[in-house]
């Protein structure tokens, strides 16, 4: 049996000697790449935190005391040591243990959202509950890297957290330069100046030997903390930002000397006012395969960028085509290079790329000020993460009528990392942005042709959204109704039953519904509006030929494409069932992408049967016959 085996939960680790916490160290390495390469996951981040999260357990006491992890993506250490060995297996797999946080799994979980720059708000608030409350004796920890503090939110929450002067709040920015790619921005810059410092090394054995003489007691050692930090700063300027803000600032810590990072913790804990511990830490330490990788540092197994054949990698090759004929088209990434398919557009155009960091909001409104420039941006972004910059998309730039493009990428289901990444939302969030344009295209082909559309638009923003994964084979139009591509009518002396209007890959799923159905002599008409808003008038007279309208989309229901059709029909009196198919308004749990929508209904078969049941229940004769079979158990194949 391991060390790590005997772990149950963090009392056990109280007790171990240095040797034992380096040999239990080791183990979790091994354990993390061990699973991770199997299973897939966030490797390089989890290997830079394994001392850094032994020393939290070790030093607080939770549950009682509140532990956020920043994105969460850096749990799998506090994981394994919450008690969650044995099942570490099963790690983003359909009903195994998720890839973040979660609240289901353990007591010790508390943030589950995913969405980086969020901590210390979380813990800004449960201090001040915890003080309201007069619980004293608990500390909220919050851990974060450097990438999630270019984002916007942490710098309102250390705003607020300064000013909240009795909060048990602590504070650890885990340091280790890289975000996917090298962290950016200002803020980077700084850190990184207290990093490649020739005389940091020497500052860290300052650390090292002044705090292991301070004996570890109360706040008036936080003093003697405070001086040495003075005299950091004498040596090396950068930290006083932390200290201007008004924050208590320890460090910077050697994140991987687990009794340093323990007694810089200790003395914080008890100063019993917000204090930030810097902790310096080498992402994918313990692996050379992720200490050497240059582009991410195995942030992610396997790796998050754009391979041959995805439609991020479509996306990115288009780009740089329509860089070399557009010189006024300029792209935007919120740290996001690789995995979006900008890194070959930034290698041709370097000037015209621009990487925000994790900072969402900025980005849009960013492209907002490049469209009043004189450009046409277009940001690529992961649909989830445009929840962010929702209001800056209406108002920044929808409002201004400014020729902006969002490049949607993981739009609909996404699989392993769950909930919190579905991209589900944002087909019903532009809905209600005016002026807006969305197109989704079906295949590869045409995310080359809407994309030069959307990017000739001048009048108003754009979105192209597609998902994640590989593109798969292209379907031509068999004719045209209005800017709708027809892609099969009804052969075979079939009537004109069901008009099923597909958007984005859904189109070809309608296919397979289409050949189905026919079997069981139901005709269909398979369409691909192209554009998702505004929605092609074309439908309304195509909708008046048929029995039934169909559509099928992969985001939430609630307010999306398919609502956007059925009003549309509504408003030009077409008396016409709409059957709205789409992801079910929850949040859905994690598994392949392929699970998820079997689990929601948006396969062939389940859409095939559904579809049946509601023309039986307006048909006599033959088909009525066929549905009733189908929903008594003979399933329609
Ligand atoms: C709002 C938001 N945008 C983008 C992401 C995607 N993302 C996940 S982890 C990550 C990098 C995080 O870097 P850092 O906080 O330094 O942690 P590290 O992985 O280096 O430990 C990014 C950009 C996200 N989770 N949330």
């Given amino acids: 049996m391991t060390l790590l085996e005997c772990i149950k939960g963090p009392e056990d680790l109280k007790g171990l000697s240095h040797e034992q916490l380096t040999r ?4 979790i390495r091994d354990l993390l790449i061990e699973t991770t390469t199997r299973t897939s996951g966030h490797l390089g981040p989890n290997l830079g935190v394994v001392e850094l999260t032994i020393a939290i357990h070790r030093v607080f006491d939770s549950p009682k005391d509140k532990i956020v992890f920043d994105t969460g993506h850096q749990a799998y250490v506090h994981k394994l040591l ?3 060995v044995a099942r570490f297996g099963t790690l983003r797999q359909r009903g195994g243990l998720t890839g973040y946080p979660s609240r289901a799994e353990s007591e010790h979980d508390l943030v589950e959202n995913s969405h980086a720059s969020t901590s210390l708000s979380y813990a800004d608030g449960l201090a001040k509950a915890y003080k309201l409350r007069g619980e004293p004796d608990r500390t909220v920890v919050a851990i974060i890297g450097d990438g999630a503090l270019t984002g916007g939110m942490a710098w309102e929450a250390l705003n607020n957290i300064a000013a909240a002067k009795d909060s048990r709040l602590v504070m650890i920015v885990n340091d280790n330069g890289w975000s996917y790619q090298p962290t950016i921005g200002g803020l980077a810059e700084h850190l990184a100046a207290i990093r490649v410092n020739p005389r940091y090394e020497h500052v860290l054995d300052y650390i090292k030997t002044t705090l292991s003489r301070t004996p570890l007691v109360g706040a008036p050692i936080y003093g003697t903390l405070h001086g040495i930090k003075k005299g ?5 300027q950068p930290q006083v930002m932390f200290e201007d803000l008004g924050i208590k600032y320890v460090g910077p810590i050697d994140g991987h000397d687990e009794r340093l990072v323990e007694t810089a913790l200790r003395h914080a804990r008890d100063f019993g006012a917000p204090v930030l511990v810097h902790v310096i830490t080498r992402k994918g330490l313990g692996y050379p395969e992720a200490e050497q990788n240059t582009v991410d540092c195995l942030h992610q197994v396997p790796a998050a960028g754009a391979a041959p054949g995805t439609w991020s990698r479509v996306f990115g090759d288009e780009m740089v085509a329509i860089g070399a004929r557009r010189p006024d088209v300029v792209a935007i990434t919120a740290a996001m290079l690789h995995p979006t398919g900008l890194a070959q557009f930034a290698a041709a155009y370097p000037d015209r790329a621009y990487d925000v960091g994790i900072a969402e909001q900025h980005a849009v409104t960013s492209a907002a000020g490049l469209a009043m420039g004189g450009l046409h941006p277009v940001v690529a972004i992961y649909s989830t993460f445009l929840n962010r910059a929702f209001e800056q998309a209406l108002m920044d730039v929808a409002l201004h009528q400014l020729p902006v493009t969002f490049v949607l990428d993981r739009a609909g289901v996404t699989g392993p990392d769950g909930a919190s990444h579905h991209g589900m ?6 809905q209600l942005v005016p002026g807006m344009k ?4 079906r295949d590869a082909r045409r995310v080359a042709e809407l994309l030069n559309e959307a990017v000739e638009v001048s009048d108003g923003p754009t979105v192209v959204r597609f998902p994640k994964g590989k593109v798969g084979g292209e379907v031509e139009a068999v004719a045209k109704l209005g800017g709708t591509d027809v892609l099969r009518e009804p052969a075979g002396g079939l009537g004109a039953d069901v008009l099923l209007v597909g958007a984005g890959p859904m189109a070809l799923v309608g296919l397979e519904v289409a050949d189905r159905l026919a079997v069981h002599g139901i005709g269909v008409t398979v369409v691909d509006p192209r554009w998702t808003k505004p929605v092609d008038e074309a439908l309304a007279g195509a909708a008046r030929q048929h029995r039934l309208v169909v559509t099928v989309e992969d985001n939430g229901r609630a307010g999306g494409f398919g609502d956007a059709v059925a009003r ?3 408003d030009h009196d077409v008396d016409m069932p709409v059957k709205t198919f789409g992801l ?3 949040f859905l749990a994690h598994g392949t992408r392929d699970e998820v929508l079997e689990e929601a209904g948006l396969t062939p078969q389940h859409l095939a049967r559904q579809i049946t049941e509601a023309v039986a229940l307006r048909s006599p004769g ?8 189908a929903t008594e158990g003979h399933p329609v194949e």
């Avoid at 239990?24 to 183990?27: I, V």
């Avoid at 950091?232 to 090396?236: C, E, G, P, R």
């Avoid at 969305?438 to 295209?441: E, G, L």
């Fill in 425 to 430: 939302w944002d087909g019903s969030l532009m």
């Fill in 438 to 441: 969305v197109a989704a295209p």
């Fill in 82 to 84: 919450t008690g969650r």
């Fill in 568 to 570: 549309l029909l509504r």
């Fill in 584 to 586: 079910p308004q929850e």
């Fill in 24 to 27: 239990l160290a080791g183990e």
């Fill in 232 to 236: 950091i700063k004498d040596v090396l």
């Fill in 622 to 629: 033959d088909v009525r016959e066929t549905a009733t079979a």
